[in-house]
Nanobody, 125 residues
Framework: QLQLVESGGGLVQAGGSLRLSCAAS????????MGWFRQAPGSEREFVAA????????YYADSVKDRFTISRDNVKNTVYLQMNSLKPEDTAVYYC??????????????????WGQGTQVAVSS
């Protein structure tokens, strides 16, 4: 089992920034592709960003490209999501997930075996 715990959510004004963290424990963190997904009220969960095992490759949804940055620290067993220039439409519960599949599948939720409990991000206009 891999346990994932997100933190760093909160309320921020439009244009502001937040950094989410997802701490992993229980198995070899560096053996998993890590991804961030989000779910807004009344909407399905959607892909936000993902990062390969070493961090060499990153993937982003078009809606967050150039505003969000995903990174990972395989020593601290943590993946981060730096969110800048936040917009009200970024309001959602953000989840991190771990996938044992190749990173080319990182946008597919079904490829993720482990999920955190989520952290709420609210952006006011």
């Amino acid at each position: 089992q891999l346990q994932l715990v997100e933190s760093g959510g909160g309320l921020v004004q439009a244009g502001g920034s937040l950094r989410l963290s997802c701490a992993a424990s229980g198995r070899t963190f560096s053996g998993y592709v890590m991804g961030w997904f989000r779910q807004a009220p009344g909407s399905e969960r959607e892909f936000v960003a993902a990062i390969s095992l070493s961090g060499a490759r990153t993937y982003y949804a078009d809606s967050v490209k150039d505003r969000f940055t995903i990174s990972r620290d395989n020593v601290k067993n943590t993946v981060y999501l730096q969110m800048n220039s936040l917009k009200p439409e970024d309001t959602a519960v953000y989840y991190c997930g771990a996938s044992a599949y190749n990173s080319i599948y990182s946008q597919e939720q079904a490829k993720y075996a482990y999920w955190g409990q989520g952290t709420q991000v609210a952006v006011s206009s």
